[in-house]
């Protein structure tokens, strides 16, 4: 995708399979192949995150909201984003001290909302895991990607989590 410069209908159909599941295939088949590349071509040639997420999402494109538009970006770019779902919220959230203690604060540990992410909550995400790919490249000596990050966040809640009781 990064060679190519924008995402073929095929990969945002695949894309959104793997992240959010079949149900949204009739949302994504309301997009023309023609209006995926124009739409991505447009979105991945801006520079800044906020700019390609919101270019990303509907209305832009039919099926893609911020975790859909997150998962474009980690597949055209690893080395710069991570997917942002309720599995890595629910760990940043479950997990917050020791974070907030070894990252830094952020308003984004205390989110119990794990669905409606929207471009701000992304964008926050994002701070948060390069910075924790930051400092664990440079403590462990070894190259650690913020997609390292949101899958280390992801199996993280997949064995010690499940849905969070948010009491009232």
Known sequence: ????????????????????????????????????????????????????????????????????????????DPARYGVIDQHTSRSLYRNRGVFQERFGSSWFFGRKKLVGLTVEDYLEYLRIIRRMAETVSREEGIPFTPRDVDKALWQEDKENGGPLRLDP
């Open 1 to 76: 995708m990064r060679r190519q410069g924008y995402v073929t209908y095929e990969q945002l159909r695949k894309i959104s399979d793997w992240k959010a599941g079949r149900r949204n295939r009739r949302h994504i088949r309301r997009n023309s192949p023609q209006k995926v590349v124009k739409v991505t071509k447009h979105a991945l040639s801006f520079e800044g995150d906020e700019s390609m997420v919101s270019a990303l999402c509907s209305p832009n494109l039919n099926g893609v909201r911020v975790p859909v538009a997150s998962a474009i970006l980690t597949f055209y």
